[in-house]
């Protein structure tokens, strides 16, 4: 690839919750419509990544740019009105609001409302739109929060275990759903899952301790025995 | 039909005012109605957005001196005063909202009430020269007749606190069906996650709380136009509650729980001050039984059972039952 096609260059980072440094000089680099995955241990510092590339969390140094703009210093709002959206691990929706207000949410958003991809990838939403989001199950929930954050077709999607505790029927589906998204927008995707990650990334990056400690990059190299080692 | 669906309650809760004000005393049922404006923006900031303030008379205050000030010193027509009032509500709001909703629960209920304070002594004491202190200012008797509705005359205030109570409500109804109802609830269940989805959270946050503190302060105005009179005693800490109190045992977040409340709250205010001296204590029993029978307030109880009785199947519709 290209580095005109590239869409996210993070270099140097470095970060910490207070005293604790949880990032140590991590550099990623993301390209248009490429699906790359973040995998390691818990504690590696892979959803740490994600909030700090979302705006949740300041680095205490280094560079995140896309697209030619510096992502640091601007909040978490003005990073998902870039096209940036976070999807974070804990699969909680807005549970007051039924599943139409969430998605009317996303949609005013992004001034986007036309839900009809939504529906084409979880048409099970389409059923639920009067229902309380508080009364979805978590399959349903992490259908909520994709569906409600690829309005507005964002360029990258920041999915933090999105299968984490789902059934294996609804992890197919995802699967499925993640590759088509692939075609239209990048995926950085931090997951345990080693089948899901290897069926769907382009590239894996492998964390250990706030570091990155490997980079596959080859087809071939990306396999679940290969990642294992890094688990 | 679906109109009819949603305001049938609205329009029976103020047909009930208006029936009441046939067999209530002029003075209760203006109080409820202004009470009920002034609860509104409270209940707003609790139920929606998740603000408990005990600063509420502050913002009353403001809207009372705005009006009284216009009326004491510079003029005599009721209409330009509420203005005033409203106009004063505006531009405290937008000075103090960006300090205050970066705060959370405890911090923001506190810093409201330090406001108070600090207005109070204002009034009473830094700027006594023009505000006489505790005397306060006497206008009653300058206000000019108005036409069509004429604010001096207490029958017609309350066709004119009635109107505009209503057009409140009919305000807040369509606030909360709006995306901006939904982004409070939402700012108020988790913060982050309206960040990622590209809105401001302290935008949202800010937006909210000078519309609730307008509506404080309009109903501040219409206490001075009302009462032809305005003291410190409006902002007293002793009072800092009532707004809390009230927005609980009506119900809190719910539409009517406001006019339910001040309806409760004031008749008890004046059925109990009669009978017993220490009517606060009633209330607080009351209030120490609805928190334990499950918070819900007065017509948050009673709207489950209402829309069994009114609905066919019996089941409480999906979205906005308990509103």
Redesign the interface.
């Known amino acids: 690839m290209s580095s005109r096609d590239e869409i996210l260059a993070v270099a140097g980072l470095n970060a910490a919750y207070g005293e604790s440094k949880v990032l140590f000089d991590v550099s990623v680099d993301v390209s248009r419509n490429q699906v790359v995955a973040c995998v390691g241990r818990n504690g590696a510092g892979k959803s740490t990544l994600l909030k700090t590339i979302?705006?949740?969390l300041k680095p205490t140094s280094g560079t995140i740019t896309s697209d030619g703009e510096n992502l640091v210093a601007k909040?978490?709002?003005a990073i998902?009105?870039m096209g940036i959206?976070?999807i974070?691990q804990d699969k909680?929706?807005?549970?007051?609001?039924?599943v139409r207000?969430n998605l009317?949410?996303?949609s005013?958003?992004?001034q986007d409302y036309d839900w009809v991809p939504v529906f084409d990838y979880f048409p099970k939403l389409k059923i639920l739109m009067?229902?309380?989001a508080g009364y979805l199950s978590g399959g349903e929930r992490q259908m909520l929060m994709i569906g409600?954050a690829i309005l507005?077709r964002p360029k990258m999607l920041l999915v933090d275990e999105p299968t984490e505790g789902l059934a294996p029927s609804i992890v197919m589906h995802l699967r499925d759903v993640f590759k088509e998204l692939a075609k239209k927008t990048a995926l950085v995707i931090v997951e345990q899952n080693l089948p899901l990650v290897c069926a769907i990334a382009d590239k894996i990056y492998a964390m250990r301790e706030g570091r990155i400690v490997a980079e596959l990059k080859e087809r071939a190299s990306i396999k679940p025995e290969m990642c294992e080692q890094y688990l | 039909m679906n109109i009819l669906r949603w305001w049938w309650g609205l329009l029976l809760a103020f047909a009930l005012v208006a029936i009441g004000r046939a067999f209530l005393p002029l003075p209760f049922a203006n109080e409820v109605l202004i009470f009920s404006i002034y609860t509104m923006g409270c209940n707003y900031l609790l139920g929606r957005v998740g603000f408990i303030s005990f600063g509420q008379p502050a913002y009353l205050a403001t809207g009372a001196y705005g009006a009284g000030f216009y009326l004491f010193y510079f003029g005599n027509n009721p209409y330009l005063g509420l203005l005033m009032g409203i106009a004063a509500g505006i531009v405290v709001s937008l000075i103090i909202g960006p300090l205050f909703v970066r705060l959370r629960g405890d911090y923001f209920a506190l810093v409201n009430l330090a406001l108070a304070v600090i207005i109070f002594y204002l009034m009473q004491k830094v700027l006594a020269d023009i505000t006489h202190g505790d005397n306060g200012l006497w206008y009653l008797t300058s206000l000019t007749s108005t036409p069509i509705l004429d604010l001096t005359r207490p029958d017609q205030f309350f066709i004119f606190a009635f109107l505009v109570a209503f057009a409140l409500w009919a305000f807040y109804k369509y606030l909360d069906d709006s995306i901006f109802g939904a982004l409070c609830l939402a700012t108020k269940i988790n913060e982050d996650k309206v960040k990622f989805l590209g809105y401001s959270s302290f935008g949202i946050r800010l937006f909210a709380f000078v519309i609730a503190n307008t509506t404080t302060a309009f109903a501040g105005a219409m206490y001075a136009v009302y009462l032809g009179f305005v003291s410190p005693a409006i902002t007293g800490a002793e009072r800092a509650a009532d707004p809390v109190v009230v927005t609980i045992l009506g119900g809190v977040g719910t539409l009517y729980g406001p006019l339910v409340g001040s309806v409760v709250y004031t008749g008890m205010k004046d059925v109990l001050s009669k009978i017993i001296g220490n009517w606060e204590l009633v209330i607080g029993f009351l209030l120490v039984f609805i928190m334990l029978a499950g918070e819900k307030g007065i017509w948050g109880s009673l709207a489950p059972l209402l829309q069994k009785l009114f609905t066919r199947d019996g089941k409480a519709p999906d979205r906005g039952g308990s509103r």
């Open positions: 979302a705006g949740f909040p978490a709002f998902a009105g959206k976070y974070p909680k929706v807005f549970s007051d609001l039924t207000e009317e949410l996303g005013y958003a992004s009067d229902r309380k409600r507005g």
